[in-house]
Nanobody, 125 residues
């Protein structure tokens, strides 16, 4: 059974940086698209970034593009989300996910089969 575990969350001041890691166990991440979503208190879970299995090029939501960088290392079965210039509105629980989305569904939660438990990111003003 594939399992995902996020780490690296924490408390940071506005303008600061954090690096989130997603470790995949119980199977290979190769062949799967990998994505990050986040859920702020009282809000719906939203798409952050994704990389398809067939492409090394990440896609980002407009709210994080230019500030977040998503990379994956299939050999190490990990994904990294480097977050910079953090804002209070980035405060959320961040989730890693694996699935086989097509290009038009990369931002859709329904396209992802496996999910981690999430890691809290809090950005203070």
């Amino acid at each position: 059974q594939v399992q995902l575990e996020e780490s690296g969350g924490g408390l940071v001041q506005t303008g600061g940086s954090l690096r989130l890691s997603c470790a995949v166990s119980g199977g290979s991440a190769r062949g799967y698209g990998m994505a990050w979503f986040r859920q702020a208190p009282g809000k719906e879970r939203e798409f952050v970034a994704a990389i398809k299995a067939s492409s090394g090029y990440p896609a980002y939501s407009g709210s994080v593009k230019g500030r977040f960088t998503f990379s994956r290392d299939n050999a190490k079965n990990t994904g990294l989300l480097q977050m910079a210039s953090l804002k209070p509105e980035d405060t959320a629980v961040y989730y890693c996910a694996l699935g086989r989305p097509i290009s038009s569904s990369m931002a859709s939660q329904a396209a992802y089969t496996y999910w981690g438990q999430g890691t809290q990111v809090t950005v203070s003003s």
